[in-house]
């Protein structure tokens, strides 16, 4: 059994950091997504109204179907967005990190969140009033420009993952879905993750990792995964 990414219970992780979280990267509110487009005077005049709010690992922020209160943007760590089948089935749509923005076509012209967002690591994250984020959008009309770009951007990189679940073996999906988790050289996912983000069974995640670390393309410890063929990786998914 590769022991590099157990299912590990709510909140706990493999590497030292504040409360037990791994050490994650952080941007400036003036460098994330949306609050880019904001000149000066405009993000200092709304700058009050933005809320900073801290998440934990495998803790949701919000649910698919609660009402699209804020737009949320990532101070520090990671988060995924997902949606749940009637049957219960988990589905990865995208894992986002420090500065991009989620659930702003919501804020927009929703008024309920279409898809759940949790912890991917413990972090932080800004989040700014439906209304307040209305308003600005009115205003600064390079905003709709803004998150035209970012969404266009995703809805690529969406059509891309459902071409290759409908066309490529589970050891390319799953290459790929590992080296999106990677982190200078590491990856802290559960195989349960892996296996939703690349569109596969547990049981064949498991089964391609523990080739994978056979073949000596990843090393295996505690609530890690070493990348140590990244190359190999790279062509196994088709990006070489």
Known sequence: MI???????????????????RQVSEIDLRNAEFFRGLSSDCLARFRHLVQETPFERQKALYFEGQPA?????????????????ASGRVTTLEVLTAGEMFGAVSSLDQDRYTASAEGVTGGAAWRLPRQTVLKLVAEEPVLAVEILVVTSRRL????????????????????????RATREGQARVTRRALAEASGTTVETAIRVLRRFEREGLIDGKVGVVHVVDEGALLRIAGEA
Do not use: N
Not at 3 to 11: C, E, F, M, N, R
Not at 162 to 174: E, G, I
């Open 3 to 21: 022991g590099v990414i157990p299912d590990s219970p709510s909140g706990s992780s493999g590497a030292p950091g504040q409360d037990g979280m």
């Open 69 to 85: 209160e804020y737009l949320w943007v990532i101070r520090s760590g990671e988060v995924r967005l997902y949606k749940s089948s």
């Open 156 to 179: 690529r990189e969406a059509h891309e993952r459902l071409r290759s679940f409908a066309t490529d073996a589970a050891p390319a999906r799953l290459a790929r879905a590992l080296l």
